[in-house]
């Protein structure tokens, strides 16, 4: 399987392109765009996205969505994703974890709605976030 994995930033974004069966991954980069990213994933045409939740990861998980790609979105969170615990803190490493980590299957995973239903909770919702 091939997996695509994102350290989203605010003007550029680190993709760990990984090949589950082989353990090869190369990098690449790509300004944090919807043009620059589609046309990434459209080059690599993973199996599956990987990105950590941030406040990127809405019309980033809609793109990925509209494509036609299995998507997880990691909680980064956890004690194991904390800086203190790492030793060296790289784009590319992060993108590495992601990727790693989602080939076996041991993601922390949250739920990421789709954008009607992130829309309706904002309206509705006094307590989402940045209101």
């Known amino acids: 399987m091939r997996i695509v994995a994102l350290d989203l930033g605010k003007g550029k974004s680190v993709a760990c392109v990984f090949e589950s069966l082989t353990g090869e991954h190369r990098f690449d980069a790509a300004p944090t765009t919807p043009e620059a990213l589609q046309l990434m994933l459209e080059h690599y045409r993973p199996e599956r996205v990987v ?45 590495l974890k992601l990727a790693r980590r989602s080939a076996m ?20 919702d006094s307590t989402w976030p940045n209101r």
């Open 51 to 95: 990105i950590e939740i941030s406040p990127l990861a809405g019309w980033v998980s809609d793109l990925v969505r509209g494509l036609g790609m299995e998507l997880q979105v990691a909680h980064v969170n956890p004690e194991a994703w904390r800086w203190r615990n790492v030793k060296r803190k790289t784009d590319r490493l992060d993108a």
């Open 105 to 124: 299957n041991q993601l922390p995973l949250v739920h990421l709605p789709e954008a009607k239903i992130r829309e309706k909770g904002y309206l509705l």
